[in-house]
């Protein structure tokens, strides 16, 4: 049914709404989240069983952890690397924060909230200093090197992902680019974390759930390692409500991106397979409602970019 | 597939839209000038841009028996096809023991070649294939090594014989990175016997290659139409390098 949708629409190249028509169809193939029961669930357009999605999509970030980076700075002209620091924004953590990133990867959370941490630190000393104006050389030293062994004050920050290669990809960017300190790089299932309940102050996911087979579980299990007070932040490809950017995002989605996968990383299918899984994830409402049905409180989202982006917020209280 | 009019022609077919062809041609070819070992590049670019000329090919093919044949049994070269003990045994001279010869001397295998998966059609795809395949063939009968500079002198010999728009611009933009002496002896040489041998010859994708292994080069080579080839000796730093 889908396909004789798709061959009428496709007289019209770019007809509207092409991108909303074609997921509401993938949709009913059985891409659902209720069918749970049928064991099939959706691999970007494609319908496949349950089980299997978790291979194919392991395969994927295989293949294309090593551009990984690359494609993201090419397909968003950069604009990730803002959505990211807005993030971090949001979070705003403080010296001493523990943090949890699924689906970290390539670890652009994790070196960013260093980076947080670490001028939240300098500032924190200089305040310090400049309330006290008359200490002693001996006094100022003493800071200085208190200052040398806590430069993060005890925050760290977990990295963890499914994918060793994308974990490999991460490891090497921090040792080149000199994060050493208050990382670890873990290897687990978002849908079954291999942590203790209650141990982080904040977990994050970025652009990394969309991929999970049981989104449900994944908030179950965000809950779960959560510590009381503790913040679930979650950075996703949302759905643009605007007709016209929606229609634009929809050509530059399905035209170009493909086509940058395979001049950039030769792979065309891992890119098709990204811009068919934003398509087939939540809405900004139902992924509130998801959220709020893990047990989290005060959740909340904003978009990004017109919606292209959303980050929602919760709280376990 | 997002865009599936069809939906995939033959295993390994990605469809495409007329947009998503036209920002493939370019992207390959720009990411094929910066990187001329991005062979899948050259590969894309090749089938992007050569839907006018493949269309010829194949008619060229249909019209003649022996390519009609090929278009009909499909033969496909690969080392697990070709009887490669048996290749090497046969004597020298002969178009079956100079191929496995240029195969280990360059360090290279039939089988890196690219499948298609932008052409649009399943018969046109084949015609792609075989060119590709036919390729490394082409080198043995010219006699080209497979630097830059041989490659280049195969380009310019089959821009002429298949009209292929990627054949025409690697011929065209090869050379830019070649040094003065090498362009020297490609431009007041080479070049002249490529495109005189490729316009003379019968078309290259017209040969059952496969049945032909015990006949020596020379008598394919006149068959074919393509002139003897050049004498020259180039001096590099390190070593002198025969052609032919």
């Known amino acids: ?317 | 597939m997002r865009f599936r009019p069809q939906g995939p022609l033959y295993p390994g077919h990605v469809p495409t839209s007329p947009l998503q062809k036209v920002l493939l041609a370019a992207g390959s070819a720009l990411a094929a000038l910066r990187d001329p070992y991005r062979h899948d590049m050259v590969a894309v670019l090749g089938e992007t841009t050569g839907s006018l000329a493949l269309q010829r090919l194949r008619d060229k093919m249909r019209h003649d028996a022996e390519g009609y044949q090929i278009l009909r049994e499909r033969p496909r070269i690969r080392l697990s096809t070709l009887d490669v003990a048996g290749l090497r045994g046969l004597p020298d001279g002969t178009f079956g023991r100079e191929y496995m010869r240029f195969l280990e001397d360059n360090r290279v295998s039939p089988d890196t070649r690219m499948p298609a998966k932008f052409v649009d059609d399943e018969e046109l795809a084949y015609v792609i294939q075989r060119y590709r395949e036919v390729h490394d063939l082409m080198h043995t009968l010219l006699g080209m090594p497979t630097n830059m500079l041989g490659e280049v002198v195969v380009k310019w010999f089959e821009a002429v014989q298949t009209g292929l728009p990627m054949c025409a611009l690697g011929a065209v933009f090869g050379p830019i990175r070649l040094k003065a002496r090498k362009l020297q002896v490609l431009t007041t040489e080479l070049i002249p016997w490529a495109v005189q041998s490729g316009l003379r010859a019968n078309c290259i994708l017209n040969i059952y290659y496969e049945r032909r292994w015990e006949q020596t080069v020379e008598s394919l080579r006149e068959e074919i139409g393509i002139l003897p080839p050049p004498s020259i000796r180039l001096e590099f730093s390190c070593n002198t390098w025969d052609i032919a």
């Open chain 1, 1 to 317: 049914m889908a396909a004789s949708i798709g061959a009428a629409s496709c007289r019209a190249l770019f007809c509207r709404s092409w991108g909303k028509r074609l997921s509401a169809a993938g949709r009913l193939l059985g891409g659902a989240r209720g069918l749970a029961a049928q064991g099939e669930t959706h691999l970007g357009f494609q319908t496949v069983p349950e089980a299997e999605k978790e291979q194919r999509v392991y395969q994927v970030f295989e293949s294309v952890a090593k551009k990984y980076d690359i494609m993201n700075d090419s397909m968003s002209f950069g604009i990730h690397r803002l959505w990211k620091d807005i993030l971090l924004h949001q979070m705003n953590p403080y010296p001493g924060t523990q943090l949890l990133d699924v689906a970290g990867g390539t670890g652009d959370i994790a070196f960013r909230f260093i980076n947080y941490i670490r001028s939240q630190r300098e500032y924190q000393l200089r305040q310090k200093l400049k309330s006290h104006q008359n200490l002693s050389w001996q006094e100022i030293s003493k800071s200085y090197q208190e200052e040398a062994l806590k430069p993060l004050g005890g925050s760290q920050v977990v990295i963890c992902d499914i994918n060793k290669e994308m974990l490999k990809v991460g490891k090497q960017k921090a040792q080149h680019l000199g994060y050493t300190e208050g990382l670890s790089w873990v290897v687990g299932n978002a849908e079954e974390l291999p942590f203790d309940d209650d141990k982080f102050d904040v977990y994050t996911i970025a652009f990394g759930i969309r991929n999970v087979t049981h989104i449900d579980q994944a908030l179950q299990e965000a809950y779960r390692v959560l510590q009381p007070g503790g913040r679930f932040l979650c950075l996703e490809f949302s759905q643009v409500n605007n007709p016209l950017i929606s229609r634009l995002y929809d050509l530059y989605s399905f035209q170009v991106i493909p086509v940058l996968g395979e001049i950039i990383a030769g792979d065309w299918k891992s890119y098709q397979y990204l811009v068919e899984s934003i398509r087939q994830f939540p809405a900004q409402e139902e992924f509130k409602a998801m959220i709020e049905d893990a047990g989290f409180l005060k959740v909340e989202y904003r978009n990004l970019t017109a919606g292209i982006v959303a980050i929602h917020s919760g709280f376990k209280l």
